[in-house]
């Protein structure tokens, strides 16, 4: 089983920014892709930002330019630098993991964290 254990979210005004953060616990043998998705009320889940295992990266259209993801291989944690926040980017925010254990190949979900941009 793998774990993923999200923290970060909160209240925020907007223009202000907040970082996320996603350690990844269990039986994981070698991480590929690492993966921040949001859910806003009544919207389909998007895909917000992707990590290679060597470090290339990818943004949604709405966040390029102020959302940056980062990953710490060696502590199976990502992390996404969120800037300049808009009431639009209120969502529930979900790590996601593609990894290989035992010659598969898995992929798993975090259990999600509120951000929520008002004043």
């Known amino acids: 089983q793998v774990q993923l254990v999200e923290s970060g979210g909160g209240l925020v005004q907007p223009g202000g920014s907040l970082r996320l953060s996603c350690a990844a616990s269990?039986?994981?043998?070698?991480?590929?892709?690492m993966n921040w998705y949001r859910q806003a009320p009544g919207k389909q889940r998007e895909l917000v930002a992707v990590i290679s295992s060597g470090g290339n990266t990818n943004y949604g259209d709405s966040v390029k330019g102020r959302f940056t993801i980062s990953r710490d291989n060696a502590k199976n944690t990502v992390y996404l630098q969120m800037n300049s926040l808009k009431p639009e980017d209120t969502a529930v925010y979900y790590c996601?993991?593609?990894?290989?254990?035992?010659?598969?190949?898995?992929?798993?979900w975090g259990q999600g964290t509120q951000v929520t941009v008002s004043s």
């Open positions: 269990g039986r994981i043998f070698n991480i590929n892709a």
């Open positions: 996601n993991i593609n990894y290989k254990f035992g010659g598969l190949a898995y992929n798993s």
